[in-house]
C-alpha cells in the first residue's frame, strides 16, 4: 500500500494496480483447460442450443444469466468460477439473499448436474434454469 501512495499521481497509483480485464471467452477458455472439459462436452451437459454455446464460447453472444449458470453446471464450475462467470458476462454474481441463488449455489457446490439443479428449483416453487 505504501507504494501506491508514493506514487506521483492517483492515476500511476492505479495503474500500478489494474490489469486489463480479462474477457470471458478467454477466461472460459481458461477453465476449458483447467478442467480438462472440451466445448461440446460442456455446452451438452448444459443444456445449450449447439450453436448457440458456442456463440457464448467465441464472444459473439453474451448469455443470459440462467444459461451461464447452465454453462457453468456443464463446465463443473465451482461457486466462486460460477459467480465469476456471470461477472464477466454482465450479470451480478449468486445473491445468498435470494433463494432461487441459494438453491443454485447448494446444486453448484454439491457437483450436480444442470438436471439436478432444475429438479431442486422446481420441486422448491422456483423458475428452473431451462
Known sequence: MARLLSAGSLDEALDLVCVPEMTMETWLGQKLGEKGVVRSAAIRAAR?????????????????????LRLAFGMGLSLDEASRLLELGGHNRLDRACRRDVVIA????SGSSVDACDDALWSHGLPTLA
Not at 106 to 109: A, F, G, I, Y
Open 48 to 68: 445449450l442450443n449447439p450453436t448457440f454455446g458456442y456463440q457464448i464460447f467465441t464472444g459473439k453472444r453474451h448469455g443470459s444469466r440462467d444459461k451461464l
Open 106 to 109: 447448494w446444486e453448484l457446490n
